[in-house]
């Protein structure tokens, strides 16, 4: 299986202030289809997971441009431009390229 | 708006049975394949199962295999989880997700599943 090795695994922050998280694959995670299936989730306390970046740079609708994902290969990261209130919460890397699917361990975001 | 709403979880046994459900509205169910993530309690996400979109193909996490089965029937938009022979390592909440590019754009709120005596 793919592991999927996120840093940090805990990120204190600063309100306003910029954040990143490390996402590493222990195979690359680019497809035959050419396509590279990296996506990024976050889960608020309490709640389900929401997509945020998927194909390492594309955001789902409603997400603050103030998140951005990039990378190629094995190595990825989001990144947060200014940080608010509510992106406390855990950030998981998912790589949709091989199977079975697998995540990275999660990345706790506090303020 | 999408809409996927499980159910089935609760208090079973170790070596018990337990069916899940994931009822889905405010899309074309039968467009789409289906997965089952599941998190354990403080941890993290782990892909459990999924199906393709008319059913004919179905996927394991090793962890699973031979003891869960996924199923799903597009006539009534329901996505289907039987787990047998629980382990205390299957206690998780499980989540149904639905699979776009390679991932899940939408998820259910999870339904509980506890293994005790």
């Known amino acids: 299986d793919v592991v999927m090795t996120q840093s940090p695994l805990s990120l204190p922050v600063t309100l306003g202030q910029p954040a990143s998280i490390s996402c590493r694959s222990s195979?690359?995670?680019?497809?035959?289809?050419?396509?590279?299936?990296l996506t990024w989730f976050q889960q608020r306390p309490g709640q389900s997971p929401r997509r945020l970046i998927y194909k390492v740079s594309n955001w789902d609708s409603g997400v603050p441009d103030r998140f951005s994902g990039s990378g190629s290969g094995t190595d990825f990261t989001l990144k947060i431009s200014r940080v608010e209130a509510e992106d406390v919460g855990v950030y998981y890397c998912?790589?949709?390229?091989?199977?079975?699917?697998?995540f990275g361990q999660g990345t706790k975001v506090e303020i | 708006e999408v809409q996927l709403v499980e159910s089935g979880g609760g208090l079973v046994q170790p070596g018990g049975s337990l069916r899940l459900s994931c009822a889905a509205a405010g899309f074309t169910f039968s467009n789409y394949a289906l997965n089952w993530v599941r998190q354990a309690p403080g941890k993290g996400l782990e892909y459990v199962s999924g199906i393709s979109s008319d059913g004919g193909s179905t996927y394991y996490a090793k962890s699973v295999k031979g003891r869960f089965t996924i199923s799903r029937d597009n006539s009534k938009n329901t996505l289907y989880l039987q787990m047998g022979s629980l382990r205390a390592e299957d206690m998780a909440v499980y989540y149904c997700?639905?699979?776009?590019?390679?991932?899940?754009?939408?998820w259910g709120q999870g339904t509980l599943v506890t293994v005790s005596s």
């Open positions: 998912m790589q949709g390229t091989h199977w079975p699917r697998t």
């Open positions: 195979q690359s995670l680019v497809h035959s289809d050419g396509d590279t299936y």
């Open positions: 997700a639905r699979v776009q590019t390679s991932s899940y754009d939408y």
